[in-house]
């Protein structure tokens, strides 16, 4: 169908502006809340552990847990104290304020639910279910809210055939009576070699055929409910590892594919990030604009 993921990957905020410059094309907003800026700030200074890659699907020894345990309860019981006492030094508008108390909660709630993860991981291998769960939680630190994928199916026409095509977890832009599209995510246990992942650029073909086909299955079953129309926004989740993905589609090349005729004379490029682990500070701090960003598109009209 002449879909194809680009060579290499792209730095995340190459990314960023990228998927920003087909957004305004849609007369989408570029910029979030200044607002967010003091969310992001205080994400920055409050959350600062780091947890190991999770890097073998096996269970995790007694000391490991209690270690890691004890660790996100420290985080926890700081990040309290620390977020209250950075409000009190912010100007926020009433409304803001309500914005802060939630993103608290919220945050909260992930470390708590880290911790419930980290125990289940003492007892036995993990599966893909929960890493969703665990990226759902993540996720809504920054204003997202997700939902199961098979809540709604995609389907999408392909000459006399209909494909189905259902993602993992899905965001959808409220409050909108319109069913537009925020973003996909697929979600893969099977993990890449930590070294392959380390270097400035990844090449996403290192992934099984399955992984990228489904993936790209979705983005292409979402093109036409986006609201980054002509482009499509995934992630494509390796455990607690996220890999951003931006697919831009033609009209012209969608309904070729749809009324099942050759593809030879268009060209759909797929563009993404190398991994980024968000149990990693480093890594995890590169995300937050790009998160805070999505999850402000999600909530406005």
């Given amino acids: 169908m002449s879909i194809f993921y680009d060579n290499t990957s792209v730095p995340l905020h190459e990314f960023t502006a990228r998927v920003k410059t087909v957004a305004w094309k849609g007369r989408i907003n570029r910029t979030s809340p200044m607002y967010f800026k003091e969310f992001e700030s205080t994400l920055r200074k409050g959350i600062t552990f780091c947890l190991p890659c999770d890097s073998l699907p096996r269970p995790v020894n007694v000391l490991e847990t209690e270690h890691h345990l004890k660790l996100i309860n420290k985080q926890r019981e700081y990040f309290t104290e620390f977020a209250t006492g950075m409000k009190?030094?912010?100007?926020?508008?009433?409304?803001?304020?309500?914005?802060?108390?939630?993103?608290?909660?919220?945050?909260?709630?992930?470390?708590?639910?880290?911790?419930?993860?980290?125990?289940?991981?003492?007892?036995?291998?993990?599966?893909?279910?929960?890493?969703?769960?665990?990226?759902?939680?993540?996720?809504?630190?920054?204003?997202?809210?997700?939902?199961?994928?098979?809540?709604?199916?995609?389907?999408?026409?392909?000459?006399?055939?209909?494909?189905?095509?259902?993602?993992?977890?899905?965001?959808?832009?409220?409050?909108?009576?319109?069913?537009?599209?925020?973003?996909?995510?697929?979600?893969?246990?099977?993990?890449?070699?930590?070294?392959?992942?380390?270097?400035?650029?990844?090449?996403?073909?290192?992934?099984?055929?399955?992984?990228?086909?489904?993936?790209?299955?979705?983005?292409?079953?979402?093109?036409?409910?986006?609201?980054?129309?002509?482009?499509?926004l995934g992630i494509i989740c390796l455990r607690t590892k996220l890999i951003f993905t931006f697919m831009e589609m033609t009209e012209d090349h969608y309904n070729c594919i749809e009324r099942g005729r050759s593809c030879d004379e268009h060209h759909a490029k797929i563009i993404y990030t190398k991994p980024y682990d968000y149990l990693n500070e480093e890594e995890r701090e590169e995300m937050y604009s790009l998160l805070f960003w999505l999850g402000y598109l999600q909530q406005c009209t």
């Fill in 88 to 232: 009190s030094q912010m100007h926020l508008s009433k409304s803001a304020e309500l914005e802060y108390d939630f993103f608290k909660t919220r945050t909260y709630d992930f470390l708590v639910y880290l911790g419930k993860f980290q125990e289940i991981r003492a007892t036995c291998p993990c599966k893909e279910i929960q890493y969703t769960n665990l990226f759902m939680e993540f996720s809504k630190i920054f204003a997202l809210k997700p939902e199961v994928g098979e809540i709604r199916e995609r389907r999408i026409r392909i000459g006399s055939q209909t494909v189905v095509c259902i993602p993992d977890v899905r965001f959808l832009r409220y409050p909108q009576i319109a069913d537009h599209s925020l973003l996909v995510m697929h979600t893969e246990v099977n993990l890449i070699k930590p070294s392959d992942d380390q270097e400035e650029t990844f090449d996403i073909h290192k992934l099984t055929t399955q992984t990228l086909g489904l993936h790209g299955g979705e983005l292409l079953a979402e093109r036409k409910f986006s609201i980054f129309k002509p482009g499509v």
